[in-house]
């Protein structure tokens, strides 16, 4: 079964998938064929491990569905361990250090290593999310400290000079505290990449909206909304949106701010 789209038992079509999983590279995988993991302290959440160390990444990203009166009150993090939550549906409570806050479409919590996730869906209706976390990497007098935004309220800006791309960026971006960052990349219909892209940075994105074609080490891929992709340090990279009306874009984390270990 998938249970995203609700399928169960035989299809009429033979057996096929779109997912692509080339392992410490890239991969695609959409929506049909995932399944629920169970994972402690997430209580009436259908949740899926998306990205992890068994796929090549330093990080891990997750699906959620936080249905009516699922939460997480044991708390999801903490102990060297920085957690992202972003909620592109329905609303959640989220439990902070600086006390109750309400999450609407396009909202999203940051919690340093420190600090613990705790959240809860007390409205009526299902929310679905995008869930993040990694191992935090110290840097000597500087400390990432709890975010909570809403897309919505941001300023977009030209990508690179090109006013028919626009990106936006969720986390502080000149605060050496923080080794990780999240972005929303925006393309209108027929706009591309300037380039392919190639460097150390990891990334893990989310599908937001629209359709494109993407670039994963120099071979093309159809993309679409809901669709999920990892692409590992020095993977080239780069996208066309397409269709007629709606904008491809997507949202996507992003390594930053530390010099590599050896």
Not at 15 to 29: E, F, M
Not at 95 to 120: A, C, H
Not at 246 to 262: A, G, L, T, V
Request: aromatic residues 12%.
């Amino acid at each position: 079964m998938s249970y995203l789209n609700g399928q169960l038992g035989f299809r009429e079509d033979i057996l096929q998938n779109r997912s692509v999983i080339v392992k410490d590279n890239y991969a695609i995988l959409e929506p049909d064929g995932l399944v629920k993991n169970v994972i402690h302290g997430f209580e009436n959440c259908d949740i899926t491990i998306l990205a992890s160390p068994l796929l090549g990444a330093s990080f891990c990203d997750y699906l959620i569905s936080i249905n009516e009166g699922g939460k997480n009150l044991k708390g999801f993090g903490g102990n060297g361990v920085e957690t992202f939550l972003y909620i592109h549906e329905g609303e959640i409570v989220v439990y902070t250090s600086e006390g109750e806050k309400t999450l609407t479409s396009g909202g999203y919590v940051f919690t340093p290593e420190d600090e613990v996730l705790k959240f809860e869906n007390k409205s009526s209706k299902n929310a679905k999310g995008f869930l993040y976390k990694r191992r935090y990497q110290h840097l000597e007098g500087h400390k990432a400290h709890l975010v909570i935004g809403n897309v919505n309220e941001l300023e977009y800006s030209n990508y690179e000079d090109m006013d028919n791309v626009k990106t936006t960026t969720l986390l502080p971006a000149d605060d050496l505290g923080f080794d990780m960052n999240f972005h929303i990349l925006s393309f209108k219909p027929g706009a591309s990449h300037g380039y392919i892209e190639t460097h150390f940075q990891e990334h893990g994105a989310l599908i937001l909206t629209g359709k494109g074609m993407y670039n994963l080490d120099n071979e093309w891929f159809p993309v679409q909304k809901g669709d999920y992709l990892f692409m590992g340090s020095y993977c080239p990279q780069a996208a066309y949106a397409v269709g007629k009306d709606e904008e491809f874009s997507y949202i996507y984390s992003k390594d930053c701010n530390r010099d590599p270990e050896i």
